[in-house]
């Protein structure tokens, strides 16, 4: 509870009032419930009324004060004597009931003997349990079926991956040792991980009806749009053989780990950084051949507006890629392959035209430096060409040509050794090792010239030093091609970085959300295992969003880590009737997470409390 002050104007006089507002949760989320009107407290000062406000709060509970702590304040105790205040129940009372049911005359308490019991960090679990229910899984699982048991063992599991990933046959001790329990309102005191292998076989079938309801959802809750889609691909790889999962093969690993067999996940993100579908791919499956198959799969799930943009890397630029894009009438941003932009290269050696992009600092990082880019368009038949120059990427791109030249010269005195020894003597054969070798390295090729003397029988390369110069300052730069002819370089530059939005999203989900390694035997529960990740993934970004549009810039691990010492305890007083009263209830929460409760829409109470009478003579 707090209290939140009103003012109101009529007939020129000015009133002001103050409430006493409690933060509910609603089907349609957060709501405020007045609970009384205090008058005007505007003499009092603002620093004493959260103190009010909590005393209002203990008197409404039935909460008693300590004996030597009583409030002298006369219109303070009058104001809670006016209350409805609920009554402390009986010692006769049955053995567990909630306080709004209970009855019964007052007791005194022991205060020396005072302990507190089972305490478990809460304000993660809490804050993820309203993103669960606000981005509607709940309903989607249950209209697909779901018991109720189901619904909550999933969210338990999803919640898990958000915030302590573990294994299934590890997760009933985490349970256990957070107040899941006491929040979601089911006994985990004797649940095995059987069933939870099990929840995984359950929503395997379900995966693409869940993802597309959940895309659906998040479009209309936090205006989404489709009219610019990310895919990227990532690999995840396998502890032990994996040999009854077709799907695993050794590829190429992202992970750098050629030992291991692996699975390649595609995922596609909208501008904003919100899911909107995934698929899983064999481990060898090259990058180009996975995008016919993932449109056919974002088409189902999600629809594919004509005119949307795909930006995808270098990996998937290959003509037919590029042909199935515009057979399906959607644009398309690109990263040209090396040897396309060495090919193209010499249209932009006139440097003088490049822009400066205006980049703005990180929204969660205002003292970061960004690196400088330019950017210079070339328009053809049917693309526009976009050639950036990134400082950030120089010192790579210059080792790279060097360690080329190097090699180039080398060769080239490897093919003079062959000339001089006569293995090599026709002028046609030699010409012809000549065009091979500026082919193997176009880019340090085409500012050297390779004469052969056919009279002293000697190969002489002779550097341009022009433009060598030119290709030194090209250095750190990469192409980008797209069919629109709407956009500037400035903005398909922006578009294409979006990209990164994707790269982040496999980042966070391998190590904080846990997707690698794979330990499942079974190819459904691998895909389950991911599934789960994904889930996990759409509530981390729900929760940064609206952070973000908060003007909160932080991240879910600095959240999840503040929310944990929020903690849900059972308060034990022993009472002077030969009873014991066990209070289990939340911690008052202290400013920091009352701050990030209101930005996040989270009521500030996470449980209402619960009491428990013991007699002592029943031991």
Same mark, same amino acid.
């Not at 409030?71 to 105790?77: F, I, K, N, T």
């Not at 939870?196 to 379900?206: A, Q, S």
């Not at 503040?562 to 305890?569: F, G, R, S, V």
């Given at each position: 509870?707090?209290?939140?002050?009103?003012?109101?104007?009529?007939?020129?006089?000015?009133?002001?009032?103050?409430?006493?507002?409690?933060?509910?949760?609603?089907?349609?989320?957060?709501?405020?419930?007045?609970?009384?009107? +205090?008058?005007?407290?505007?003499?009092?000062?603002?620093?004493?009324? +959260?103190?009010?406000?909590?005393?209002?709060?203990?008197?409404?509970?039935?909460?008693?004060?300590?004996?030597? /702590?009583?409030?002298?304040?006369?219109?303070?105790?009058?104001?809670?004597?006016? +209350?409805?205040?609920?009554?402390?129940?009986?010692?006769?009372?049955?053995?567990?009931?909630?306080?709004?049911?209970?009855?019964?005359?007052?007791?005194?308490?022991?205060?020396?003997?005072?302990?507190?019991?089972?305490?478990?960090?809460?304000?993660?679990?809490?804050?993820? &349990?309203?993103?669960?229910?606000?981005?509607?899984?709940?309903?989607?699982?249950?209209?697909?079926?779901?018991?109720?048991?189901?619904?909550?063992?999933?969210?338990?599991?999803?919640?898990?991956? &958000?915030?302590?990933?573990?294994?299934?046959?590890?997760?009933?001790?985490?349970?256990?040792?957070?107040?899941?329990?006491?929040?979601?309102?089911?006994?985990?005191?004797?649940?095995?991980?059987?069933?939870?292998?099990?929840?995984?076989?359950?929503?395997?079938?379900?995966?693409?009806?869940?993802? $597309?309801?959940?895309?659906?959802?998040?479009?209309?809750?936090?205006?989404?749009?489709?009219?610019?889609?990310?895919?990227?691909?990532? =690999?995840?790889?396998?502890?032990?053989?994996?040999?009854?999962?077709?799907?695993?093969?050794?590829?190429?690993?992202?992970?750098?780990?050629?030992?291991?067999?692996?699975?390649?996940?595609?995922?596609?993100?909208?501008?904003?950084?919100?899911?909107?579908?995934?698929?899983?791919?064999?481990?060898?499956?090259?990058?180009?051949?996975?995008?016919?198959?993932?449109?056919?799969?974002?088409?189902?799930?999600?629809?594919?507006?004509?005119?949307?943009?795909?930006?995808?890397?270098?990996?998937?630029?290959?003509?037919?890629?590029?042909?199935? &894009?515009?057979?399906?009438?959607?644009?398309?941003?690109?990263?040209?392959?090396?040897?396309?932009?060495?090919?193209?290269?010499?249209?932009?050696?006139?440097?003088?035209?490049?822009?400066?992009?205006?980049?703005?600092?990180?929204?969660?990082?205002?003292?970061?430096?960004?690196?400088?880019?330019?950017?210079?368009?070339?328009?053809?038949?049917?693309?526009?060409?976009?050639?950036?120059?990134?400082?950030?990427?120089?010192?790579?791109?210059?080792?790279?040509?060097?360690?080329?030249?190097?090699?180039?010269?080398?060769?080239?005195?490897?093919?003079?050794?062959?000339?001089?020894?006569?293995?090599?003597?026709?002028?046609?054969?030699?010409?012809?090792?000549?065009?091979?070798?500026?082919?193997?390295?176009?880019?340090?090729?085409?500012?050297?010239?390779?004469?052969?003397?056919?009279?002293?029988?000697?190969?002489?390369?002779?550097?341009?030093?022009?433009?060598?110069?030119?290709?030194?300052?090209?250095?750190?730069?990469?192409? &980008?091609?797209?069919?629109?002819?709407?956009? =500037?370089?400035?903005?398909?530059?922006?578009?294409?970085?979006?990209?990164?939005?994707?790269?982040?999203?496999?980042?966070?989900?391998?190590?904080?959300? =846990?997707?690698?390694?794979? /330990?499942?035997?079974?190819?459904?529960?691998?895909? $389950?295992?991911?599934?789960?990740?994904?889930?996990?993934?759409?509530?981390?970004?729900?929760?940064?969003?609206?952070?973000?549009?908060?003007?909160?810039?932080?991240?879910?691990? =600095?959240?999840?880590?503040?929310?944990?010492?929020?903690?849900?305890?059972?308060?034990?007083?022993?009472?002077?009737?030969?009873?014991?009263?066990?209070?289990?209830?939340?911690?008052?929460?202290?400013?920091?997470?009352?701050?990030?409760?209101?930005?996040?829409?989270?009521?500030?109470?996470?449980?209402?409390?619960?009491?428990?009478?013991?007699?002592?003579?029943?031991?």
């Amino acid at each position: 509870m707090y209290i939140r002050k009103t003012v109101r104007k009529y007939k020129d006089k000015t009133y002001v009032n103050h409430l006493l507002v409690e933060s509910v949760l609603t089907d349609k989320g957060p709501r405020q419930k007045v609970i009384c009107s +205090l008058g005007d407290l505007s003499p009092k000062p603002p620093e004493q009324w +959260l103190a009010l406000a909590r005393k209002l709060q203990d008197a409404l509970t039935g909460q008693l004060a300590l004996p030597g /702590f009583a409030d002298e304040d006369p219109e303070l105790r009058q104001l809670i004597q006016s +209350l409805p205040t609920q009554p402390t129940p009986s010692i006769d009372a049955p053995t567990t009931h909630d306080a709004a049911s209970s009855s019964g005359p007052l007791v005194s308490v022991h205060v020396d003997r005072v302990t507190y019991e089972k305490p478990r960090p809460a304000g993660h679990i809490h804050v993820g &349990l309203a993103f669960w229910k606000r981005l509607g899984l709940d309903q989607i699982l249950h209209s697909l079926g779901f018991s109720e048991r189901t619904i909550k063992l999933t969210c338990a599991m999803t919640l898990n991956r &958000l915030i302590h990933p573990a294994a299934e046959y590890a997760m009933p001790d985490w349970i256990r040792a957070t107040a899941m329990e006491d929040i979601l309102g089911f006994d985990s005191s004797r649940l095995p991980h059987d069933p939870l292998y099990r929840n995984l076989d359950r929503l395997h079938p379900h995966r693409g009806e869940i993802e $597309s309801a959940l895309a659906q959802r998040e479009e209309n809750l936090f205006n989404l749009g489709n009219a610019i889609l990310l895919y990227d691909l990532t =690999s995840t790889y396998f502890e032990g053989k994996a040999s009854l999962i077709p799907k695993a093969k050794r590829g190429y690993s992202r992970d750098h780990r050629p030992d291991c067999k692996q699975l390649v996940v595609g995922l596609v993100i909208g501008r904003e950084g919100f899911p909107r579908a995934h698929e899983i791919f064999e481990g060898n499956v090259q990058d180009r051949k996975t995008l016919p198959s993932m449109l056919e799969l974002l088409e189902k799930r999600v629809g594919l507006a004509e005119g949307a943009t795909i930006v995808v890397d270098r990996g998937m630029a290959y003509p037919e890629n590029l042909a199935e &894009l515009q057979r399906r009438k959607l644009h398309y941003v690109v990263a040209a392959r090396q040897n396309e932009r060495d090919r193209y290269l010499a249209e932009f050696e006139t440097i003088d035209t490049f822009e400066e992009v205006i980049r703005q600092p990180s929204p969660r990082n205002p003292s970061q430096n960004k690196s400088a880019v330019r950017v210079k368009a070339h328009s053809t038949d049917h693309e526009t060409l976009i050639l950036c120059l990134s400082s950030e990427r120089v010192a790579k791109d210059r080792a790279i040509r060097e360690k080329q030249e190097d090699r180039f010269l080398r060769d080239v005195a490897k093919l003079q050794a062959r000339i001089q020894n006569g293995r090599l003597k026709q002028d046609v054969k030699i010409g012809e090792a000549i065009g091979r070798l500026k082919e193997r390295y176009p880019r340090v090729g085409r500012y050297h010239s390779l004469v052969f003397n056919s009279k002293t029988r000697r190969l002489e390369a002779t550097p341009n030093q022009e433009k060598r110069e030119v290709a030194a300052s090209l250095d750190g730069s990469y192409l &980008l091609r797209t069919d629109r002819q709407d956009l =500037s370089a400035q903005e398909a530059w922006r578009i294409y970085t979006s990209l990164t939005r994707a790269e982040n999203a496999f980042r966070t989900m391998k190590s904080p959300l =846990s997707e690698r390694p794979i /330990f499942h035997h079974l190819e459904h529960r691998v895909e $389950s295992h991911i599934f789960l990740c994904v889930l996990a993934y759409h509530l981390l970004v729900a929760i940064e969003t609206t952070l973000l549009r908060q003007e909160i810039h932080t991240s879910w691990a =600095s959240v999840r880590d503040l929310l944990a010492t929020h903690q849900i305890a059972t308060i034990v007083l022993p009472t002077d009737q030969n009873g014991i009263l066990r209070i289990r209830c939340s911690a008052t929460p202290e400013p920091d997470h009352r701050v990030l409760y209101e930005a996040l829409g989270v009521p500030i109470e996470i449980i209402r409390p619960v009491r428990t009478w013991e007699r002592n003579d029943l031991k």
